[in-house]
């Protein structure tokens, strides 16, 4: 089941998209922070400025450009109907998670994402059923888009404003910035989504790697706080 078939000029692809990839869609990305909790207690983020550096980090060479070949791999994958295909990138991406937390962090929201994309997709999709409750959120995302006919550029556009502004929100609540501090740190990653987006454009799976390390050790880390407000 799509709605693509009565979408003859994209309108609705956008609507379902922006539905998506916002709190409409109660998958529980507020309770993570992706290892910035840990960050901000260690005074590694304590401003805009440094936030901003962070962010860049996790998005040029960590889980930002990860997940984006993730998901424009998982969307071809549902585009042709390979369900052996999806599900190899699904395994692929849930073992690339460098900590239990992280690999909670996109297996949970990936899960639940599947479950509220039910009334576009259906109860019964037979890729959906290849990942089964086990689906990292950037696969379950391509995948949902490709049944749908969601384009691959404004869905990787969408996706990194969409996992930027979760973790600016955890910024504006534990360093903590100001709600004008959060918004200008969404304006100036604005560049760096497209360019994330153009540089993905016919790369393949070959090309993931993460250099975010200090990212990757926050994740770890994170388990032992003192004290914790964030599942990640």
Same mark, same amino acid.
């Given at each position: $089941?799509?709605?693509?078939?009565?979408?003859?000029?994209?309108?609705?692809?956008?609507?379902?998209?922006?539905?998506?990839?916002?709190?409409?869609?109660?998958?529980?990305?507020?309770?993570?922070?992706?290892?910035?909790?840990?960050?901000?207690?260690?005074?590694?983020?304590?401003?805009?400025?440094?936030?901003?550096?962070?962010?860049?980090?996790?998005?040029?060479?960590?889980?930002?450009?990860?997940?984006?070949?993730?998901?424009?791999?998982?969307?071809?994958?549902?585009?042709?109907?390979?369900? /052996?295909?999806?599900?190899?990138?699904?395994?692929?991406?849930? /073992? $690339?998670?460098?900590?239990?937390?992280?690999?909670?962090?996109?297996?949970?929201?990936?899960?639940?994402?599947?479950?509220?994309?039910?009334?576009?997709?259906?109860?019964?999709?037979? $890729?959906? /059923?290849?990942?089964?409750?086990?689906?990292?959120?950037?696969?379950?995302?391509?995948? /949902?888009?490709?049944?749908?006919?969601?384009?691959?550029?404004?869905?990787?556009?969408?996706?990194?404003?969409?996992?930027?502004?979760?973790?600016?929100?955890?910024?504006?609540?534990?360093?903590?910035?100001?709600?004008?501090?959060?918004?200008?740190?969404?304006?100036?990653?604005?560049?760096?989504?497209?360019?994330?987006?153009?540089?993905?454009?016919?790369?393949?799976?070959?090309?993931?790697?993460?250099?975010?390390?200090?990212?990757?050790?926050?994740? $770890?880390?994170?388990?032992?706080?003192?004290?914790?407000?964030?599942?990640?």
């Amino acid at each position: $089941m799509t709605t693509a078939m009565t979408d003859p000029d994209g309108r609705r692809a956008l609507l379902r998209l922006l539905t998506w990839l916002s709190p409409a869609i109660p998958i529980g990305a507020f309770s993570y922070s992706h290892g910035v909790e840990t960050a901000i207690n260690a005074g590694v983020i304590q401003s805009a400025e440094t936030a901003k550096e962070w962010l860049q980090g996790v998005l040029n060479h960590g889980s930002g450009w990860n997940d984006l070949l993730v998901l424009g791999q998982s969307h071809a994958a549902a585009t042709e109907n390979d369900s /052996a295909r999806l599900a190899e990138v699904n395994s692929l991406c849930l /073992a $690339m998670a460098p900590s239990a937390e992280r690999y909670l962090e996109t297996q949970r929201q990936g899960t639940a994402f599947l479950t509220y994309a039910q009334p576009w997709i259906g109860q019964s999709d037979p $890729m959906a /059923a290849a990942v089964g409750k086990n689906a990292a959120l950037p696969v379950a995302v391509g995948l /949902a888009a490709a049944r749908t006919h969601i384009p691959l550029e404004e869905l990787k556009l969408g996706y990194l404003q969409s996992f930027t502004s979760n973790l600016v929100s955890v910024c504006l609540r534990l360093v903590p910035l100001g709600q004008s501090e959060g918004v200008q740190l969404l304006a100036d990653l604005e560049q760096t989504f497209v360019n994330l987006t153009e540089r993905s454009q016919g790369a393949t799976l070959d090309a993931l790697g993460s250099a975010a390390i200090l990212s990757d050790i926050a994740s $770890m880390a994170h388990e032992t706080e003192p004290t914790r407000i964030f599942r990640s």
